[in-house]
């Protein structure tokens, strides 16, 4: 009796999570379906499926051609990327220096670092923008990732600095025994021990800047430098556009951050897990 | 050998030693700095620099080009009574709303997780997914589906509930409402994983023996999951409220622009909708962005009094 009763909570849970799974998945699958059909055939039936005997691929030969989504996925591309290699760059060798070294002020630089976590970029978007356009950075990649950086360091730093503190004293001595100097330190015992820590700054902040839209948009203005969330933005703010032609362009956009999170998702729900009972 | 011999080779070496000693601790010293360097300088220039500008300018009426006069609290009082602004703090605080929905909607969804049925892992990975989807993508389908001739309208006339298909995005607040909706469905898969990592460090066998002894699962969930994971959802909590206050931008910008008129904006709309404004405040902006920061940096001293508080009690 009590065995099933068992088992029907159990089936009961599956459903109340499938049917959870399902309203998570849906959308896109909406997206999906409605950017295969032409205008009217949507504004009829936003449910149905699409035709299949004519599907609307011309919505993402028009995106492709004209629209050029795959040059903006270039900008968007580097952007991410060159943020996300200074990010561990400069962040994996300050946390080192943080958790692993003595020197004078220590504390106090890393309380100043860690201590700007919180500020929001809206508060400091418009000196920046200022100092920027004195520096004739406005509308260069550089000026959306050093702006990522300011936003970033802080949080990767916090989290690698814990990791780091982890690793054994003992193992770095006995490197520096063997004459290992410094960047050896850093690439064969911190980099591979750190290793969970860095990947998931590597994925957190890919999806993260690949998705961002307010710091892009205020800090790239011309229309080939513009990031795909940009772009994208503005073409759906438009609201005559074509609804299907719109969907196919946000499908495509959304599916580099969903891919990398279907390859890598493990770390990132560990991550935020750690992160949040640490 | 001689004794005196010995002491004096002894103390030589010692004397080595330590100077060998200090050598290295000066190297390690001067590599830690030069490490944390490029980390300060950027600090610096793209943080520390930007957030003492934006004080200072809100002073002045500063507009980028010309003017650059201080005119002392000018601003403060302008916003304070010549502005939005209480509209900007009323929608933040209506889009609060979302906080306690997305915990307990969260806290449900993890309980379920909890019981690792069948597929679990994939499920979990399946709830963060809102996460990881633009919010501009997200935005757009919300505005999509709560539009005049939208689905929800079309499903509300097809089951005869003709007179609820109204225009969700023409009124505050009925678009707010639509955004708690957005922000809730966005963020409860983030609250999951989070109370799902605060209970696996609950012992089993202390929810196991409440079910033998009884207790249902409203029981089981508030009278022991809730008090023993209340540090990770106090920090989920914090979390999201400042969220709410800095990162719904794309959110609003996607679904309403903010209005009609100012109706659904929060502080960070308004810095932005200042900056594109011909006419270029960028003193009365940047007092918008000191109050948002003071509002962020006491939600942050709260949490660390709070947490303080707790963890004295232990």
């Given amino acids: 009796m009590n065995r099933t009763r068992q088992k029907t909570t159990r089936v009961l849970i599956f459903i109340a999570l499938s049917i959870l799974a399902i309203s998570n998945i849906y959308p896109l699958l909406f997206v999906f379906m409605n950017s295969l059909k032409d205008r009217t055939e949507y504004l009829k039936n936003p449910f149905s499926l699409p035709n299949f005997e004519q599907l609307a691929w011309g919505n993402y030969e028009t995106m492709i051609s004209q629209f050029q989504i795959f040059k903006l996925f270039g900008n968007s591309l580097i952007i991410s990327v060159v943020t996300i290699f200074l990010l561990l760059t400069l962040g994996i060798v300050a946390s080192y220096a943080f958790a692993k070294l003595k020197f004078i002020g220590k504390n106090l630089i890393y309380f100043l670092i860690i201590s700007s976590m919180f500020v929001p970029v809206q508060v400091t978007i418009i000196p920046i923008y200022m100092l920027f356009s004195r520096l004739h950075l406005v509308d260069t990649y550089w000026a959306v990732v050093l702006t990522y950086l300011g936003m970033f360091l802080s949080e990767a730093i916090l989290l690698m600095t814990a990791t780091f503190r982890g690793i054994p004293d003992e193992i770095i001595e006995a490197a520096e025994l063997d004459g290992a100097g410094y960047f050896d330190i850093l690439r064969y015992v911190i980099i591979p021990m750190g290793r969970p820590a860095i990947i998931l700054c590597l994925i957190y902040y890919f999806i993260v800047t690949w998705n961002d839209l307010f710091t892009p948009m205020i800090l790239l203005t011309n229309m080939n430098s513009r990031t795909v969330m940009v772009a994208l933005a503005s073409l759906i703010s438009r609201y005559s556009g074509d609804p299907t032609f719109q969907f196919a362009g946000l499908f495509l956009a959304a599916i580099p951050a969903i891919l990398v999170y279907a390859v890598f998702q493990k770390y990132i729900i560990k991550g935020i897990g750690e992160g949040s009972t640490r | ?314």
């Fill in chain 2, 1 to 314: 050998m001689p004794f005196q011999t010995l002491l004096c080779v002894s103390t030589r070496l010692d004397f080595m030693n330590s100077q060998w000693s200090t050598n290295f601790r000066r190297k390690k010293a001067l590599q830690g700095i030069l490490s944390v360097l490029p980390v300060l300088v950027v600090m610096l220039f793209i943080r520390f620099y930007p957030i003492g500008e934006a004080i200072y300018r809100s002073f002045t009426n500063w507009d980028g080009l010309y003017k650059n006069d201080w005119v002392g609290f000018q601003n403060y009082v302008e916003i304070f009574t010549n502005s939005p602004f209480w509209t900007l703090l009323r929608n933040s605080f209506v889009l609060l709303i979302s906080v306690p929905l997305q915990i307990f909607l969260g806290l449900m969804v993890a309980v379920l997780l909890y019981e690792e049925v069948a597929g679990w892992k994939f499920f979990r990975a399946i709830v963060y997914v809102p996460q990881i989807i633009s919010a501009v993508i997200i935005g757009y389908l919300f505005r999509i589906a709560f539009g005049l001739d939208g689905p929800i309208n079309q499903v509300l006339r097809n089951i005869g509930l003709e007179f609820l298909s109204i225009e969700w995005l023409g009124n505050s607040g009925t678009a707010l409402f639509v955004l708690v909706f957005c922000l809730t469905w966005f963020s409860i898969g983030w609250q999951a994983v989070v109370i799902l990592a605060g209970m696996t460090k609950i012992s089993p066998s202390i929810i196991e023996s409440a079910s033998l002894d009884g207790a249902n699962f409203w029981q089981r969930t508030f009278l022991i999951i809730v008090p023993m994971t209340a540090r990770t959802i106090e920090y989920g909590a914090i979390m999201a409220i400042v969220w709410t206050f800095t990162g719904t931008f794309a959110f609003i910008y996607s679904i309403t622009y903010g209005g009609p008129g100012y109706e659904t904006s929060t502080i960070d709309y308004m810095i932005y909708t200042k900056f594109y404004q011909a006419s270029a405040e960028f003193g009365f902006a940047t007092g918008l962005a000191v109050i948002l920061l003071i509002i962020i940096l006491v939600l942050t001293f709260a949490e660390m009094y709070f947490t303080n508080k707790v963890s004295e009690w232990e």
